[in-house]
Nanobody, 112 residues
């Protein structure tokens, strides 16, 4: 059973930065599609960024130029660097492997 653990969330002011981490229990990232999703209160879960096993990335239009997804296969960890954060980025952020395995989520709150 694959386990994913997200960390790095917190409270940040608008314009600030956070780096989220998603650590896997096994060595699966190197052969898997990994994505970050988020869910704001009262809204559906939406994709934020995805990275393929080959390192190709794709982003939601709302975060392009501000967020960067990356992976460290040696550490079985995927990151989401979030810069220039906005209040509308406030949500619980989840990582997923192939849309099958999900972490428990980490809260990101952007507020002054």
């Amino acid at each position: 059973q694959v386990q994913l653990v997200e960390s790095g969330g917190g409270l940040v002011q608008p314009g600030g930065s956070l780096r989220l981490s998603c650590a896997a229990s096994g060595n699966i990232f190197s052969i898997s599609l990994v994505a970050w999703y988020r869910q704001a209160p009262g809204k559906e879960r939406e994709p934020v960024a995805v990275i393929s096993s080959g390192g190709s990335t794709n982003y939601a239009d709302s975060v392009k130029g501000r967020f960067t997804i990356s992976r460290d296969n040696a550490k079985n960890t995927v990151y989401l660097q979030m810069n220039s954060l906005k209040p509308e980025d406030t949500a619980v952020y989840y990582c997923t492997v192939e849309g099958i395995y999900w972490g428990q989520g980490t809260q990101v709150t952007v507020s002054s």
